[in-house]
């Protein structure tokens, strides 16, 4: 109402009288900025949606969802268990029963690659995500604070570094015995020494950049600029390190399970059977192709999902 | 409020330690060396000064950037060096900072709207999504860009663009005094004239202060009240704007400005261009006495010492030979 009578006060004639022809049509951009206004507004929307459009990156998302939901429900379902041994069905070819076929001792190739890529793909992802977290608080928390205190820090890393990886697991299983949980912890202490000091180089440079400082100068939190401000601008590097994880990790495990640290026959993880099938590989090659295709496609699909975030992450990429 | 100035500085010192490794000997940059100036509320300071004189180091000690070593700054009667706290968070409401670089200054992985509503998120301003998209909007309008940039990211816009980003970013807490280091020198010469009109007006519609650091004094002049001289760390000449800049009394000052194109054949005439010999010492190893003995034309055994801020009509210059001419 106020409107309307200021309208009057202003022309000199009531709002509902104004001649058709003063009014003048939006152009289409002054008609989409309503629009525009409406649509995805943050950082992180927008990552999602240009990962969406990454077909590859979200047809492998899709297929490692589907891989741990196998994982995870096949065992459970199947007739077959990956100790259920069937003398009369050794070394069987594919078939409807078994559609991997069977192991040396007739067991079902399928299940065993499924109740494999339990372990393999829990210390996977259980190793990267550790990684993750604890290279990058650590690393960002060293950069950010930097001096003494980064000095000190990065010091201990650098003696956690020089010790051989085999050394941890051997302590780690003198203490919490030959599990599974010893190698995940061997394999997380020995790497994510690695992702600190590249965050850690990262954020040095990026605090001193100006963005960093106008944050500061407006009141931002430590905690907030770390995080919102630097290590968001180091995400790159952190992707690429963490999917490569993966995949170092289900090695590690292999190596150790061959060695016999880990878990022990007749479980299996796809490190192991991949290991089993070596003797007949010249006889029977497809009981080795199994689980190294799937620790294959596992990795290819990190891979693309790691690119395809790194990718829509940034900006400048879209 | 003490003297009544708005922003108070005295006797302030930034020292940089840097020491290379942990044995060797200590080795400090003495980027600012007991500078004291005031600044009145609403009142545009120009700071100039050749490329490494101190002036950004100067402009981060007030902000908080970085610790000055000792001295004083109070503005609005509060003594800024020693808050902490939620009086600390307070303040950083009163005090923002443009920076040099606007490639540098803006986050790149933020849209425009999450760049122009963080300030408000960190003070709890504007509430609601609402009201912040509204505030973010008012911003965008006030600086000149238009409502549905919010959206983009700092990549895809201009530099004179960021740059008043920039400034709709350290409007968004409403303060009362700015120091805008280098806004323009990153700029094309057509856009800076356009930041400079933009802050001006800001400046008559919200009574901000500003301390404008530049390293043209032409530029300085242009839009500061006071123009503060700086020379290796030292405050060596302040005056009113056209004082010091039409009647320059420090030897530094007159060579600063001879060395600039004059348009105007009046001024022309009676400026002599004055050849500076030497470099520029280096900070680390500064000359004992008057810093800007070492290639001063007027130089002589009184230099030797310090020479103390003094008064001269209107200005405040540190030389021992002020009555002299170059
Ligand atoms: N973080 C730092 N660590 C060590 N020395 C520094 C640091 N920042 C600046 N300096 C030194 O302090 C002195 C003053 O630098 P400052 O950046 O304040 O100069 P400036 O007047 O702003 O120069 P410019 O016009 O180039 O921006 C320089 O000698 C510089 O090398
Ligand atoms: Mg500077």
Same mark, same amino acid.
């Given at each position: 109402?106020?409107?309307?009578?200021?309208?009057?006060?202003?022309?000199?004639?009531?709002?509902?009288?104004?001649?058709?022809?003063?009014?003048?049509?939006?152009?289409?951009?002054?008609?989409?900025?309503?629009?525009?206004?409406?649509?995805?507004?943050? +950082?992180?929307?927008? #990552?999602?949606?240009?990962?969406?459009?990454?077909? /590859?990156?979200?047809? &492998?998302?899709? @297929?490692?969802?589907?891989?741990?939901?196998?994982?995870?429900?096949?065992?459970?379902?199947?007739?077959?268990?990956?100790?259920?041994?069937?003398?009369?069905?050794?070394?069987?070819?594919?078939?409807?029963?078994?559609?991997?076929?069977?192991?040396?001792?007739?067991?079902?190739?399928?299940?065993?690659?499924?109740?494999?890529?339990?372990?393999?793909?829990?210390?996977?992802?259980?190793?990267?995500?550790?990684?993750?977290?604890?290279?990058?608080?650590?690393?960002?928390?060293?950069?950010?604070?930097?001096?003494?205190?980064?000095?000190?820090?990065?010091?201990?890393?650098?003696?956690? +570094?020089?010790?051989? #990886?085999?050394?941890?697991?051997?302590?780690?299983? /003198?203490?919490?015995? &030959?599990?599974? @949980?010893?190698?995940?912890?061997?394999?997380?202490?020995?790497?994510?020494?690695?992702?600190?000091?590249?965050?850690?180089?990262?954020?040095?440079?990026?605090?001193?950049?100006?963005?960093?400082?106008?944050?500061?100068?407006?009141?931002?939190?430590?905690?907030?600029?770390?995080f919102k401000h630097l290590i968001i601008n180091c995400m790159g590097p952190i992707i690429v390190n963490t999917t490569l994880m993966v995949p170092e990790a289900i090695f590690t495990e292999a190596f150790l399970a061959f060695v016999g640290i880990g878990i022990s026959i007749p479980m299996a993880s796809w490190g192991t059977m991949a290991n089993d099938a070596r003797s007949l590989l010249m006889l029977y090659p497809m009981q080795m192709v199994w689980p190294v295709m799937a620790i294959s496609l596992t990795m290819l699909s990190l891979h693309f999902i790691g690119d395809g975030l790194s990718d829509a992450l940034d900006p400048r990429k879209r | 409020m003490n003297g009544g100035h708005y922003v108070e500085i005295s006797h302030l010192d930034v020292i940089y330690d840097v020491t290379k490794g942990v044995f060797s000997p200590k080795q400090l940059v003495h980027a600012v060396n007991d500078v004291s100036f005031t600044i009145e509320a609403g009142e545009t300071?120009?700071?100039?000064?050749?490329?490494?004189?101190?002036?950004?180091?100067?402009?981060?000690?007030?902000?908080?950037?970085?610790?000055?070593?000792?001295?004083?700054?109070?503005?609005?009667?509060?003594?800024?060096?020693?808050?902490?706290?939620?009086?600390?968070?307070?303040?950083?409401?009163?005090?923002?900072?443009?920076?040099?670089?606007?490639?540098?200054?803006?986050?790149?992985?933020?849209?425009?709207?999450?760049?122009?509503?963080?300030?408000?998120?960190?003070?709890?301003?504007?509430?609601?999504?609402?009201?912040?998209?509204?505030?973010?909007?008012?911003?965008?309008?006030?600086?000149?860009?238009?409502?549905?940039?919010?959206?983009?990211?700092?990549?895809?816009?201009?530099?004179?663009?960021?740059?008043?980003?920039?400034?709709?970013?350290?409007?968004?807490?409403?303060?009362?005094?700015?120091?805008?280091?280098?806004?323009?020198?990153?700029?094309?010469?057509?856009?800076?004239?356009?930041?400079?009109?933009?802050?001006?007006?800001?400046?008559?519609?919200?009574?901000?202060?500003?301390?404008?650091?530049?390293?043209?004094?032409?530029?300085?002049?242009?839009?500061?009240?006071?123009?503060?001289?700086?020379?290796?760390?030292?405050?060596?000449?302040?005056?009113?704007?056209?004082?010091?800049?039409?009647?320059?009394?420090?030897?530094?000052?007159?060579?600063?400005?001879?060395?600039?194109?004059?348009?105007?054949?009046?001024?022309?005439?009676?400026?002599?261009?004055?050849?500076?010999?030497?470099?520029?010492?280096?900070?680390?190893?500064?000359?004992?006495?008057?810093?800007?003995?070492?290639?001063?034309?007027?130089?002589?055994?009184?230099?030797?010492?310090?020479?103390?801020?003094?008064?001269?009509?209107?200005?405040?210059?540190?030389?021992?030979?002020?009555?002299?001419?170059?």
């Amino acid at each position: 109402m106020a409107d309307i009578n200021k309208c009057e006060a202003v022309l000199g004639i009531p709002a509902s009288e104004i001649p058709e022809e003063w009014f003048e049509r939006l152009s289409d951009e002054e008609k989409d900025s309503e629009f525009v206004a409406m649509q995805s507004k943050t +950082y992180f929307q927008d #990552t999602w949606a240009q990962f969406k459009k990454n077909r /590859l990156a979200l047809a &492998s998302l899709v @297929f490692l969802f589907i891989l741990i939901l196998a994982a995870i429900f096949v065992p459970m379902f199947s007739p077959y268990t990956y100790d259920g041994q069937d003398l009369m069905h050794r070394n069987a070819g594919s078939s409807w029963q078994h559609p991997f076929g069977t192991d040396k001792f007739g067991r079902d190739i399928f299940v065993r690659v499924m109740y494999g890529a339990r372990i393999s793909l829990s210390v996977g992802f259980a190793a990267a995500l550790l990684n993750l977290i604890i290279g990058v608080v650590y690393g960002g928390v060293c950069g950010y604070i930097g001096g003494r205190t980064d000095l000190i820090l990065m010091r201990i890393v650098d003696i956690l +570094y020089s010790v051989p #990886t085999l050394l941890y697991v051997i302590l780690i299983m /003198l203490i919490f015995g &030959s599990n599974i @949980f010893s190698v995940l912890l061997a394999i997380c202490v020995s790497s994510w020494v690695g992702m600190a000091r590249q965050v850690r180089a990262q954020v040095l440079s990026l605090k001193e950049q100006e963005f960093a400082q106008a944050a500061f100068v407006l009141g931002a939190s430590r905690t907030r600029i770390l995080f919102k401000h630097l290590i968001i601008n180091c995400m790159g590097p952190i992707i690429v390190n963490t999917t490569l994880m993966v995949p170092e990790a289900i090695f590690t495990e292999a190596f150790l399970a061959f060695v016999g640290i880990g878990i022990s026959i007749p479980m299996a993880s796809w490190g192991t059977m991949a290991n089993d099938a070596r003797s007949l590989l010249m006889l029977y090659p497809m009981q080795m192709v199994w689980p190294v295709m799937a620790i294959s496609l596992t990795m290819l699909s990190l891979h693309f999902i790691g690119d395809g975030l790194s990718d829509a992450l940034d900006p400048r990429k879209r | 409020m003490n003297g009544g100035h708005y922003v108070e500085i005295s006797h302030l010192d930034v020292i940089y330690d840097v020491t290379k490794g942990v044995f060797s000997p200590k080795q400090l940059v003495h980027a600012v060396n007991d500078v004291s100036f005031t600044i009145e509320a609403g009142e545009t300071f120009g700071l100039v000064g050749e490329s490494g004189c101190g002036k950004s180091s100067l402009g981060r000690a007030i902000v908080g950037i970085n610790k000055p070593r000792s001295g004083d700054i109070r503005i609005n009667g509060q003594d800024v060096t020693h808050l902490h706290g939620r009086s600390l968070h307070d303040f950083r409401r009163e005090v923002q900072m443009i920076f040099q670089d606007p490639y540098a200054s803006l986050n790149p992985r933020m849209t425009i709207g999450e760049i122009l509503s963080e300030p408000m998120v960190i003070h709890g301003l504007h509430r609601s999504p609402g009201a912040r998209e509204e505030r973010v909007t008012e911003l965008l309008r006030t600086v000149g860009l238009k409502p549905d940039h919010v959206r983009r990211y700092p990549h895809e816009f201009s530099g004179g663009q960021r740059q008043r980003i920039s400034i709709a970013r350290t409007l968004a807490v409403n303060p009362r005094f700015i120091i805008c280091d280098e806004p323009i020198s990153a700029l094309d010469v057509s856009i800076q004239a356009q930041i400079i009109n933009l802050l001006k007006q800001i400046q008559k519609e919200r009574n901000i202060a500003y301390l404008f650091i530049a390293h043209d004094i032409g530029m300085v002049k242009h839009i500061s009240d006071r123009i503060g001289v700086m020379y290796l760390g030292h405050l060596v000449e302040v005056g009113d704007s056209s004082e010091v800049y039409f009647h320059p009394l420090h030897p530094y000052t007159k060579a600063l400005l001879s060395a600039i194109p004059i348009s105007d054949p009046d001024v022309g005439k009676s400026r002599k261009r004055i050849i500076l010999e030497g470099e520029i010492p280096s900070p680390l190893n500064p000359p004992a006495g008057c810093p800007f003995s070492t290639r001063c034309p007027l130089a002589d055994e009184a230099c030797r010492r310090m020479p103390k801020m003094q008064q001269f009509g209107s200005h405040q210059v540190a030389c021992h030979h002020v009555n002299q001419s170059v």
